[in-house]
């Protein structure tokens, strides 16, 4: 019998982490949650007859430390084929980046707590790619559908007695084709394990809102949801601790309720915080809230969550207001994944993707197409980043043959439910929305399904609105843009999917319908964003995407063609491309051309400059819908001298210089028409190009692209030098070329050996190439365009780590760390 993941009525326990938990409570206690469970796993890749039966011979099977994606695994065989994990002839490989598929299993033993007779014990997972069964001691407690979505089993029943080794299995699988990117396979989010009272309080049962805000007082309303396993009835209170960004600290009490056998509660408390530090983007100021619950008169759990005090409010006259302040949205979409690191959510890595998004300038995410992991929503609340939260990317017609249509109509609600009531305490989700693209959109059946989702999201969380993004009819040939009007029905705020040109159009049928930039090209970058500064019912631009991503491959490529292989341009690119190279950003975390055009857009920068490949005589340039011109940030173009080469200046300036070696290239008046750029063309000549931005005749400014000579030395630039000595801490090392002034040589693609010693393994090492370099984790890689990536790991100690990368013929560099 296949069991689903535990529930009661009107509420789907799915997950026991909410905003960020604490456990000051150890084994000994009476109870404790959320204890790391992320240690002494064993790992299997492939399926095997019975992993759970204790004493199984654990010879064929390796130690791993969760978050683990077993899809970035090298294959043992290595051939034409099968280099490091990807392999060739993967049944839609070009959507997953040619990464494994199959089955594979996870195990572990753990004691049962001697304190443990009549208490649940609970395993709390955040996610598990794709499809799991989870089985202790034999036994099949249940299973999980959705590799997004966190989810919790009380194992209680299946566990030998106090004292005792238990086996904990589970099983994993990628089926194949069951995506268009990248998900990655198996516990690749964190895990913990909780025991608990027979009154406690359920997952994510507490719900913090603030329904009234201002920078004078802060209502604020606590609910309780909590459960009474025990066969008698108990009275209940609980007590709450508010403590400010400043320890500033308020103390909170509940009314006694009575809570009968076997039953649900809700206590509900309510209080005014004077003067609050409101949650803002360039202040994201966060409270705890930490609830004790008592059974008569016994303390019984203690929950602790962060939260923040901040409005939302939208209006099409108004625009997004955020604190009763108009928020423009400069959006990114992205995907899951880490790069180098595959799927694993590691805290570190995801704080790191959410910390370099925002110094790039950018305020909102959308987390295409699928909820985030825990960590990822915690940097946004720490960073002060918007998240419009998704969930699904089809609804019951599918895009793959393997997807999660073929678990909809069973799963949905509950999967939906998931994200809503773990996601709602944190501050940066704005927005829900409950689909992408979806086939039927704008069907009758599809409207109903959009109705259903956005009550179900609405029974858990009604403070936000709900959204989905809506795109063209290319899916559906034979309908028109008018077609559209259903999909948007059923919204708060309606998402379009790369449509700025029927914005001020639907506008007009439409006058009630605010909107935003679900999904945008970069190339139309200045397009968009002109519709957002003019239009207060155009809430944002979101451009697919903010960062590259592993899958869909090659989908933002440039292709330089004659009439003979015009016909040969596809839309995602062959082997060996695995990497979209789409992204404003590469998936190292480094700012690519189209980045640096944005910063100018945005008033991020208000000079930068670019030298474009010249394309052969006779040929053409093609640039895909998601591309960007074939442009580099440099002087370097060995072969081309004497042939004429195209250079942008971007700038918000009214008038730009151009000049090389000294010589005056050419002047330029530029403004927004413009799309804040301009162009010069003439031969290329080694040496010193500068852009300067001019105003009343006057250099304000000045950006220099220097030819450099051949690179003759390695640097190293860590990013932290101290990390936690806890096994999931991360130190992320950039590599680059250099030649004797220490310029980065952007030409220079050499093989570099990576060396780790002290308390840290290597993780992982590599480069932003959208062509695949082989494994992720051997101690060899190349470097691209000058630059490449190491990922050390903490193997738990202390001590001093040091890394060491070399190359032939160039000067090799360290780098000295500590682990405390």
């Known amino acids: 019998m296949n069991l689903k993941p535990i529930s009661i009525p009107g509420f789907f326990v799915l997950s026991l982490a909410l905003s960020i938990f604490s456990c000051d409570r150890d084994a000994g206690s009476s109870y404790f949650r959320d204890a790391d469970f992320n240690g002494q796993w064993q790992f299997h890749m492939g399926d095997i007859s019975d992993p759970t039966r204790a004493g199984e011979d654990e010879s064929e099977w390796i130690p791993v430390h969760l978050p683990h994606d077993w899809s970035i695994i090298d294959y043992e065989l290595q051939d034409s084929l099968h280099e490091g994990p990807f392999f060739r002839d993967l049944p839609g490989g070009a959507d997953v980046g040619y990464l494994r598929d199959g089955t594979a299993w996870y195990r572990k033993e753990f004691i049962t707590p001697e304190n443990s007779v009549g208490k649940q014990i609970v395993l709390n997972f955040d996610g598990v790619q794709a499809q799991m069964e989870l089985w202790v001691n034999g036994k099949l407690i249940g299973e999980h559908v959705y590799g997004y979505t966190p989810f919790v089993f009380d194992i209680s029943s299946a566990l030998h007695e106090p004292g005792e080794i238990n086996v904990i299995a589970v099983k994993t699988i990628n089926q194949g084709e069951n995506s268009r990117w990248f998900a990655g396979a198996g516990i690749y989010r964190l895990v913990t394990l909780s025991l608990l009272q027979p009154v406690a309080v359920v997952p994510w049962g507490v719900y913090v809102t603030t329904p009234e805000v201002s920078t004078d007082r802060a209502n604020i309303n606590i609910e309780i949801e909590l459960s009474n396993k025990k066969e008698s009835e108990v009275e209940v209170s609980g007590e709450i601790l508010i403590s400010s960004p400043g320890n500033i600290q308020i103390k909170l009490k509940s009314p006694v309720v009575k809570v009968g056998a076997n039953s649900l509660a809700t206590l509900t408390v309510s209080g005014t915080i004077e003067e609050p530090a409101l949650w803002k983007i360039n202040e994201p100021y966060l409270y705890t809230a930490e609830v004790v619950l008592y059974a008569d008169g016994e303390e019984v759990d203690s929950y602790h969550s962060t939260f923040g005090i901040r409005s939302i409010a939208y209006s099409v006259e108004d625009g997004f207001l955020l604190n009763g302040e108009e928020l423009l949205m400069k959006g990114a979409c992205m995907h899951h994944d880490n790069g180098l690191l595959g799927a694993a959510a590691f805290s570190d890595a995801e704080f790191r993707r959410v910390k370099r998004m925002k110094e790039y300038g950018y305020n909102a995410i959308r987390t295409s197409h699928n909820p985030p992991s825990e960590s990822f929503l915690n940097a946004c609340d720490e960073l002060g980043v918007v998240v419009i939260d998704e969930s699904f990317d089809q609804w019951e017609e599918a895009k793959r043959p393997n997807d999660y249509s073929n ?20 501050p940066s989700v704005i927005m829900w929305s409950f689909g992408n693209e979806v086939k039927e959109r704008a069907d009758p059946d599809g409207i109903e399904i959009g109705k259903t989702l956005a009550n179900a999201i609405k029974e858990v969380d009604d403070t936000r609105p709900v959204t989905q993004a809506v795109c063209l009819f290319w899916d559906n040939p034979g309908k028109d ?12 705020i309606g998402g379009y999917n790369y449509q700025y040109m029927e914005y001020e159009t639907d506008h007009v049928k439409f006058p009630e319908r605010m909107m935003y930039g679900s999904e945008t090209f970069p190339k139309f970058s200045w397009e968009n964003w002109e519709m957002v500064k003019r239009h207060s019912y155009v809430f944002g631009d979101f451009v697919w ?40 950003v590469d998936i190292l975390g480094n700012k690519k051309p189209q980045s640096l055009y944005r910063d100018v857009l945005w008033g991020e920068s208000k000079l930068e400059i670019m030298a474009v490949r010249p394309v052969p005589e006779g040929k053409s340039l093609w640039i895909s819908y ?44 530029i403004d927004s028409t413009d799309k804040y750029t301009a162009e010069f063309e003439f031969p290329y000549v080694p040496g010193e190009l500068k852009a300067s931005g001019m105003s009343d005749g006057r250099e304000q400014e000045s950006v220099v692209l220097h030819t450099t000579g051949s690179a003759s030395q390695l640097e190293l630039d860590a990013e932290k030098m101290v990390i936690s000595s806890d096994e999931n801490s991360l130190a992320f090392i950039n590599v680059r070329s250099a030649d004797q002034k220490g310029m980065v040589v952007l030409t220079d693609n050499s093989e570099l050996s990576v060396k780790v010693s002290g308390p840290a393994m290597l993780q992982a090492a590599g480069n932003a190439s959208p062509e695949h370099q082989g494994s992720f984790t051997d101690d060899t890689f190349s470097l691209f365009r000058g630059k490449g990536l190491v990922i050390v790991r903490s193997t738990g100690e202390l001590g001093t780590i040091t890394v060491e990368v070399e190359s032939k013929g160039l000067e090799p560099a360290s780098v000295v760390l500590e682990a405390n």
């Open 545 to 584: 995407t903010g960062m590259d991503y592993i899958g869909e491959s090659g989908i933002g490529h440039n292709t330089v063609f004659d009439e003979q292989s015009r016909q040969q341009i596809s839309f995602l690119k062959p082997w060996p491309w695995y990497v979209s190279w789409c992204g404003d």
């Open 626 to 669: 998601w591309g960007w011109h074939d442009e580099l940030n440099s002087w370097n173009w060995d072969g081309y001298e004497g042939v004429p080469i195209k250079v942008k200046v971007y700038s918000s300036y009214p008038e730009v210089k151009l000049e090389l070696n000294g010589e005056v290239i050419g002047t330029a008046q």
């Open 407 to 426: 678990y909809f109509k069973e799963w949905h609600i509950r999967d939906v439910q998931a994200m809503v009531y773990r996601d709602r305490n944190h």
């Open 481 to 492: 843009w008018d077609y559209s009007e259903g999909a948007f029905s059923m919204l708060d």
